[in-house]
């Protein structure tokens, strides 16, 4: 139940870093990032772990 709510909470947060890249890149409330790839880099390392935390999350309720 805990790896569930991590990934839910960190579903969340990759959501706000995909807000912060589409619609605010220069003056946004969120993420300022440095380059092209580190928008990349951290998107895929967030989503990863987002899909680890829910699918292990999941397989441990049932």
């Known amino acids: 139940m805990t790896n ?3 990934g839910v909470m960190l ?3 990759l959501g706000f870093v995909q ?3 589409i619609y605010e ?5 969120g993420i300022e990032f440095k380059s092209k ?4 880099s ?3 390392f967030l989503g ?3 899909g ?5 999350g999941i397989y441990q309720i049932y």
Request: hydrophobic share 60%.
């Open 25 to 29: 890149p220069v003056n946004g409330v």
């Open 19 to 21: 807000y912060s890249w």
């Open 4 to 6: 569930l709510g991590f």
């Open 37 to 40: 790839w580190s928008y990349i």
């Open 42 to 44: 951290l998107s895929v």
């Open 48 to 50: 990863l772990l987002v």
């Open 52 to 56: 680890y935390l829910i699918t292990t």
């Open 11 to 13: 579903f969340l947060m």
